[in-house]
């Protein structure tokens, strides 16, 4: 797997760029993993907060448009707990990135 990878892509005419914390580029199919550290960990895939839905989101439409081909699985992993927490493709696609009004940020930083 790689750490810290970069990724960015234009997705429906929409750059997305940032940086993945474990990427795993199978033959079959692509990983991601995204850590969020701190206390806060949800009892549920309800319960994630919507910036980091919309995060992993984002990434996976990225990926999407770069290995067209595999399948693209994501999850979050809850340094807290710990706890892994699979996103489902409905939940990714329901957080796709679209068009917004103003310019959205995707950084933790804003």
């Given at each position: 797997?790689?750490?810290?990878?970069?990724?960015?892509?234009?997705?429906?005419?929409?750059?997305?760029?940032?940086?993945?914390?474990?990427?795993?580029?199978?033959?079959?199919?692509?990983?991601?993993?995204?850590?969020?550290?701190g206390?806060?960990?949800?009892?549920?895939?309800?319960?994630?907060?919507?910036?980091?839905?919309?995060?992993?989101?984002?990434?996976?439409?990225?990926?999407?448009?770069?290995?067209?081909?595999?399948?693209?699985?994501?999850?979050?992993?809850?340094s807290?707990?710990?706890?892994?927490?699979?996103?489902?493709?409905?939940?990714?696609?329901?957080?796709?990135?679209r068009?917004?009004?103003?310019?959205?940020?995707?950084?933790?930083?804003?």
């Amino acid at each position: 797997a790689l750490a810290e990878a970069p990724i960015a892509a234009v997705v429906d005419d929409v750059v997305i760029s940032g940086t993945v914390d474990r990427l795993l580029i199978g033959e079959d199919r692509i990983q991601i993993v995204d850590f969020k550290t701190g206390h806060f960990v949800p009892a549920s895939p309800e319960d994630i907060p919507l910036p980091h839905l919309r995060q992993m989101a984002a990434y996976a439409a990225a990926l999407r448009e770069i290995f067209p081909e595999r399948p693209i699985e994501a999850a979050l992993l809850y340094s807290g707990g710990p706890k892994l927490v699979q996103l489902t493709p409905a939940m990714l696609e329901a957080h796709k990135p679209r068009f917004a009004d103003t310019q959205e940020s995707l950084s933790p930083l804003g």
